[in-house]
């Protein structure tokens, strides 16, 4: 990981080498059950105009990302913010809410009135960084269909 401690948060707009290899890198510490998305899921999430992916680097390198899912229903615009990730090594630099104000931002100028999330309990450095930047806890329940 650079030392540099400087990071720069940017949508991507293409499919590269180092975009997928770092999502080879960084889908397993998301998550042990879900295979990395390869050049064609990337190329899916990037093409997608409902949809950004967000990409933090720090000297370059890819050190993180997230999804932010948008899309139309009968009662307004809805935001989802999925699959955020920063990589162990550049994690508490602030990478995490760097990301997630980038996509809270891009939400309102595409004219979300509120953005959405989910977090495991256990995650609970993010869990505390997202109500650190004003994400409340929903009474709600969650349901999820598995086929």
Do not use: C
């Not at 707009?13 to 998305?37: C, G, H, M």
């Not at 050049?39 to 993180?64: E, K, N």
């Not at 935001?79 to 090594?89: F, G, K, L, R």
Request: proline share 5%; charged share 25%.
């Amino acid at each position: 990981m650079p030392a540099d401690s400087e990071f720069a948060i940017e949508i991507a707009t293409s499919v590269s080498d180092d975009l997928v290899a770092a999502f080879d890198r960084l889908i397993p510490q998301l998550s042990s059950s879900s295979p990395p998305p390869g050049a064609d899921g990337l190329r899916a999430i990037v093409d997608d105009g409902d949809s950004a992916l967000f990409v933090a680097r720090i000297g370059g390198q890819i050190v993180g990302g997230l999804t932010l899912a948008m899309y139309r229903i009968p009662t307004g615009l809805k935001a989802w913010i999925e699959d955020v990730v920063v990589d162990e090594a550049a994690r508490g630099r602030g990478v995490g809410e760097a990301l997630n104000v980038a996509a809270l931002e891009e939400a309102r100028r595409r004219g979300a009135r509120d953005v959405n999330l989910t977090s495991r309990p256990s995650r609970e450095a993010a869990n505390r960084l997202y109500e650190r930047l004003g994400f409340h806890r929903r009474e709600s329940n969650v349901y999820r269909y598995d086929f």
